[in-house]
């Protein structure tokens, strides 16, 4: 009784994880929908909501992601990709990536329990209907410059722009330059589907955009560029996140 309470508590702590682990910093936690499916029921997007299969069937972990993308709305531009995977007691817990059109959509994940190859439960953030231009017209270097202008104009300097701090930061105890330690200082962007922070995870909110992750001498920012229009989208101080 004692290794089963034990195995138990282990289980819920690797399922809080994964939800937690999923949080890009910046952003607030999607609102995660669970749901329970009851001995040969399928159940879909909506909580407390299911749907009994023709033949009175569980739904198969093998035929899982067909049926999934189906019912969540998901389009042949849409993927699901597995992240992480874990094998707690009897129980199998896999958690997918949404990508669409090839491109990671931020947020967006579903989790899967599974048990003797049948579902069991599933927890998901995924983001249905999206109808999105994936042909970036705005370089890299071109959204940079845009991301920097948008610190600029509220008096933060990126680190690597920074002479006073790449000075202090990048200088071992000997004086020598340590490049390992400015690279770290360099802008991180790449084109991905986001939304602004604390906005609702809903299809309209997102757009295709270059993503920055910034960091000053004593901040950190992420930064959002319309990957189509070069529009600034989105600014966030996640320093404290």
Same mark, same amino acid.
């Given at each position: 009784?004692?290794?089963?309470?034990?195995?138990?508590? $282990?289980?819920?702590?690797?399922?809080?994880?994964?939800?937690?682990?999923?949080?890009? *910093?910046?952003?607030?936690?999607?609102?995660?929908?669970?749901?329970?499916?009851?001995?040969?029921?399928?159940?879909?997007?909506?909580?407390?909501?299911?749907?009994?299969?023709?033949?009175?069937?569980?739904?198969?972990?093998?035929?899982?992601?067909?049926?999934?993308?189906?019912?969540? &709305?998901?389009?042949?531009?849409?993927?699901?990709?597995?992240?992480?995977?874990?094998?707690?007691?009897?129980?199998?817990?896999?958690?997918? *990536? *949404?990508?669409?059109?090839?491109?990671?959509?931020?947020?967006?994940?579903?989790?899967?329990?599974?048990?003797?190859?049948?579902?069991?439960?599933?927890?998901?953030?995924?983001? &249905?209907?999206?109808?999105?231009?994936?042909?970036?017209?705005?370089?890299?270097?071109?959204?940079?410059?845009?991301?920097?202008?948008?610190?600029?104009?509220?008096?933060?300097?990126?680190?690597?722009?920074?002479?006073?701090?790449?000075?202090?930061?990048?200088?071992?105890?000997? &004086?020598?330059?340590?490049?390992?330690?400015?690279?770290?200082?360099?802008?991180?962007?790449?084109?991905?589907?986001?939304?602004?922070?604390?906005?609702?995870?809903? $299809?309209?909110?997102?757009?295709?955009?270059?993503?920055?992750?910034?960091?000053?001498?004593?901040?950190?920012?992420?930064?959002?560029?319309?990957?189509?229009? &070069?529009?600034?989208?989105?600014?966030?101080?996640?320093?404290?996140?």
């Amino acid at each position: 009784m004692k290794n089963q309470v034990f195995t138990d508590i $282990a289980y819920v702590a690797i399922v809080t994880m994964l939800l937690v682990s999923n949080a890009i *910093q910046g952003q607030e936690k999607p609102s995660i929908k669970s749901h329970e499916v009851e001995p040969h029921f399928y159940i879909f997007n909506k909580p407390g909501y299911i749907v009994k299969s023709d033949n009175n069937i569980p739904l198969l972990v093998k035929d899982f992601i067909p049926i999934c993308k189906e019912e969540f &709305g998901l389009s042949e531009y849409d993927d699901l990709r597995l992240k992480d995977y874990f094998m707690p007691s009897s129980r199998r817990v896999a958690k997918y *990536q *949404q990508y669409y059109k090839g491109y990671e959509v931020e947020d967006a994940i579903i989790i899967v329990e599974s048990k003797k190859d049948t579902v069991t439960m599933i927890s998901e953030s995924l983001v &249905g209907r999206l109808c999105l231009n994936t042909d970036s017209s705005v370089s890299k270097s071109e959204a940079l410059t845009i991301a920097v202008e948008a610190l600029e104009a509220i008096h933060e300097t990126p680190g690597w722009l920074d002479s006073l701090f790449v000075e202090s930061y990048c200088r071992n105890s000997d &004086g020598s330059f340590d490049s390992t330690r400015y690279k770290k200082t360099l802008p991180k962007g790449k084109l991905t589907i986001a939304r602004k922070f604390g906005s609702e995870v809903a $299809a309209e909110n997102f757009r295709f955009v270059w993503i920055f992750h910034l960091g000053t001498a004593i901040k950190e920012f992420r930064v959002l560029v319309d990957a189509n229009t &070069g529009e600034l989208f989105d600014v966030t101080d996640y320093t404290c996140y």
